[in-house]
C-alpha cells in the first residue's frame, strides 16, 4: 500500500490550495483518515479527520476554512485550504487506517507535501 500526498505549492494570503491523499493497492479500501501539519521548529499537530462514515472534525485554527472531503471510488481523501494565513505555512502528511486483505486495519503516512503562504 502507498499514500501519496499531493497538491502543496506556494500560494499568498488569502488564496487556496487542495490537497490530496491517494491510497493505491490491491484490495485496499480507506477507513478514517487523518490531515497533519508541521511547521519548522513547531510539534506535528492534527488539522483535520474523516471517518469512514464521513463525519469531520478539525482543529480550531482551521475550523470554517478547512474542509476534508474523500472519494471512496478513488481511494482519495481532500483538504481543501481556503483564506489560507502565513501561518498554515507547513509540511502537510495524511494518515489513514487502510482495509488491506485479510480484513487487517494498517495505519500508513504519506510522504507530506509544502504548504507556503505568503504574507
Known amino acids: 500500500v502507498q499514500l501519496q500526498a499531493s497538491g502543496g505549492g506556494l500560494v499568498q494570503a488569502g488564496g487556496s490550495l487542495r490537497l490530496s491523499c491517494a491510497a493505491s493497492?490491491?484490495?485496499?479500501?480507506?477507513?478514517?483518515v487523518d490531515w497533519y501539519r508541521q511547521a519548522p521548529g513547531k510539534q506535528r499537530e492534527l488539522v483535520a479527520t474523516i471517518t469512514n462514515s464521513g463525519r469531520t472534525n478539525y482543529a480550531d485554527s482551521v475550523k470554517g476554512r478547512f474542509t476534508i472531503s474523500r472519494d471512496d471510488d478513488k481511494n482519495t481523501v481532500y483538504l481543501q485550504m481556503n483564506s489560507l494565513k502565513p501561518e498554515d505555512t507547513a509540511v502537510y502528511y495524511c494518515n489513514a487506517d487502510v482495509w488491506v486483505p485479510g480484513r487487517r486495519l494498517q495505519n500508513y503516512w504519506g510522504q507530506g507535501t509544502l504548504v507556503t503562504v505568503s504574507s
Open positions: 493497492g490491491i484490495a485496499i479500501s480507506l477507513n478514517a
